[in-house]
């Protein structure tokens, strides 16, 4: 049998992240196994280890994905050019898609309250995952408040770090009130109005 070509071999790469994603979501990370992936797309589990070693190399692919897609609607701004008031707008722009994507908002809750971040068993992962989340949108932010205390729009004394931490944690409680039904104003315009408002705080 010929070897697969590598356009082939990249979509069956996406068939398989498309199966594991709808069973993660459907069964939760824990319970679904290699086997059921597998069966889902009429493969062997051979071929599912083929592209992926790990269940674990799955989910990292599956952010991964997340996190190009994040970094992709930044445009062509470098790194040098980014500014907190172009990176918040691309966050809002991303939170409103994954609320009206039923897929995105399922993955969303999958990595909020699915996966034990926590457990000594996914310490890799978070390693990881860590090492390759530069263009994701919290260190893009950190880069961006950096970029602007340099320039001179923000404050010295303002803690990149912080400022950054804070607005992610802003952007996950408030994405994850909408998807669950519990937020009741308007999330674009909560979201930006809380980014002034963190603007106004630290600008000079």
């Known amino acids: 049998m010929p070897r697969k070509t590598k356009e082939e071999a990249e979509k069956t790469r996406a068939r398989i992240l498309a199966s594991a994603l709808a069973l993660f979501v459907k069964k939760g990370y824990e319970h679904t196994t290699f086997t059921d992936i597998a069966a889902r797309l009429k493969m062997t589990k051979g071929a599912v280890y083929w592209h992926f ?13 997340m996190i190009e897609k994040f970094h992709s609607q930044l445009g062509d701004l470098s790194a040098q050019d980014l500014t907190f008031l172009q990176v918040t707008e691309t966050i809002i722009a991303r939170a409103c898609r994954i609320v009206e994507d039923p897929k995105g908002a399922a993955f969303f809750l999958l990595l909020q309250t699915q996966v034990k971040w926590r457990a000594d068993s996914m310490a890799e992962m978070r390693a990881k995952l860590l090492a ?73």
Not at 57 to 63: C, F, G, N, R
Not at 139 to 149: G, P, T, V
Request: charged residues 30%.
């Open 53 to 65: 070693e790990t269940k674990e190399d799955l989910l990292i692919a599956l952010v991964r994905e």
């Open 132 to 204: 390759h989340d530069t263009n994701g949108p919290y260190h893009c932010l950190i880069k961006a408040i950096e970029n602007d205390i340099a320039a001179g729009r923000v404050r010295a004394d303002v803690n990149p770090v912080a400022l950054a931490s804070v607005s992610m944690a802003v952007w996950t409680g408030l994405v994850r009130s909408k998807i669950e039904k519990f937020l009741e104003c308007d999330l674009e315009q909560t979201l930006r109005e809380t980014y002034g408002a963190m603007w106004e705080s630290v600008k000079v």
